[in-house]
């Protein structure tokens, strides 16, 4: 019989952990991660780790799994997701060397085509992680070949795409089980871009790799990487053209992301501030295509750094001031709805979570189905009062979450 029923799984982790005598540090230290990172399982700011994961807490603390996750155990594993059925030949082409170019590479203008051409699919598109995943393979193939055969100025250029190419990589890796191909990916995105001598490379390399060091629970790092790429770019923010000047603000987002992730609430809203200055400053319907760094954006980023500080009523307020139907992009329009969701989550207002989960599936079915706090909310909603029971269970049952 599970002993802490009625306990999360952050506080569960807590329980066991102090029972056995070791700090947060020690804990992280043993299974490969922070005391921050700790912390932020414990208290529920993260999701909880998938199961390799889970299996070395377990062993550091000398408890069966079983006990740790009690009840949680088959809900853990269908929070987290399935495996998209691309992510095999997603992961073969990035980990697949090419040695030397022994075919003339096309020229770099058509990739640029192609690669801009993917990243409008990827937004415009309900089904976009599957048009992702059938579009990489060839498209990391071709960027790396250019990377390796082409030289001087061009080769420079290979490079710029070729961390693009792997940022639009990342985009289909996230929520999925291939956590070392996602951090391959990113490291080798940023390697590129600093080969490339590209300041609008560089930057979206940061904004990346930010985000993978603070989904792993690592805040300080992804703060250093992002404020070590403004400060590079700081002095090209002036007169920067507009693309590197949304990336330049998308970056200050990010380090306001960061802060809302690590509970600072003052410089989270700080930055949020800087970033929507830069957003005043771009055209009136631009929309930075990696980033989604836009005027229209900055709605969407004040609720979740609401969310992100667990001032749900703020973040509801927020939401109400910005209609999701302007976000241009499918998947990026989903994902505020589940922010929004989220949001209403916390302040128990489940009929309003569903309405917006509902509308998140409208826009892009695919986001909803890999995104794992929206498979937690449904799985929550599913016990829920009859006024969403129904709707839930229909979600579900889309989602894949019960058959």
């Known amino acids: ?209 930010c985000q993978v060091h603070r989904d792993a629970g690592d805040w300080d790092t992804a703060m250093a990487v992002t404020l070590d790429v403004l400060s590079t770019l700081e002095a090209r923010a002036a007169d920067a053209n507009t693309n590197l000047l949304a990336l330049f603000g998308a970056l200050h987002f990010e380090a306001a992301y960061t802060a809302a992730r690590a509970g600072e609430e003052g410089r989270a809203w700080r930055y949020w501030d800087h970033a929507d200055r830069i957003a005043q400053r771009l055209p009136q319907g631009f929309y930075q295509p990696q980033t989604s760094f836009s005027r229209v954006i900055m709605g969407a980023h004040a609720v979740t750094v609401g969310v992100e500080l667990q001032k749900s009523g703020e973040a509801v307020r927020q939401a109400r001031r910005h209609d999701a139907a302007d976000i241009p992009s499918r998947p990026r329009r989903a994902r505020h709805l589940i922010e929004v969701a989220r949001a209403h989550c916390g302040k128990d207002d489940r009929e309003t979570a569903m309405a917006n989960l509902r509308r998140a599936y409208e826009s892009a079915p695919e986001t909803v189905r890999f995104n794992g706090y929206a498979r937690q909310i449904t799985l929550d909603l599913l016990s829920g009062p009859p006024s969403t029971r129904s709707d839930a269970r229909d979600l579900a049952l889309k989602v894949g979450l019960v058959s």
Not at 16 to 30: D, F, H, I, M, W
Request: net charge neutral; glycine share 6%; hydrophobic share 45%.
């Open 1 to 209: 019989m599970d002993s802490l029923p009625d306990l999360t799984f952050g506080q569960r982790l807590k329980v066991y952990r102090e029972r056995s005598g070791k700090t947060r540090a020690v804990l992280g230290g043993l299974v490969g991660r922070s005391a921050e990172w700790v912390k932020a399982v414990e208290t529920d700011r993260i999701l909880p780790p998938r199961v390799h994961m889970l299996d070395r807490i377990a062993r550091a603390l000398k408890v069966e799994m079983s006990a740790l996750v009690g009840e949680l155990s088959d809900r853990s594993a269908i929070v987290n997701g399935p495996e998209h059925p691309a992510l095999a030949s997603v992961r073969d082409a990035v980990n697949r060397c090419t040695i030397s170019g022994d075919t003339t590479p096309e020229p770099l203008s058509r990739l640029n085509d192609r690669l801009a051409a993917a990243w409008r699919a990827r937004h415009q598109a309900s089904d976009h992680r599957t048009v992702l995943g059938a579009l990489l393979p060839d498209l990391l193939r071709d960027a790396q070949r250019s990377a390796l055969t082409y030289e001087g100025a061009e080769r420079r250029r290979a490079q710029a795409l070729l961390a693009e190419a792997l940022g639009l990589a990342q985009m289909f890796l996230a929520y999925q089980p291939a956590a070392e191909i996602l951090w391959r990916v990113a490291d080798r995105a940023m390697v590129a871009a600093q080969e490339s001598g590209d300041p609008e490379a560089l930057a979206c390399a940061g904004w990346f790799l």
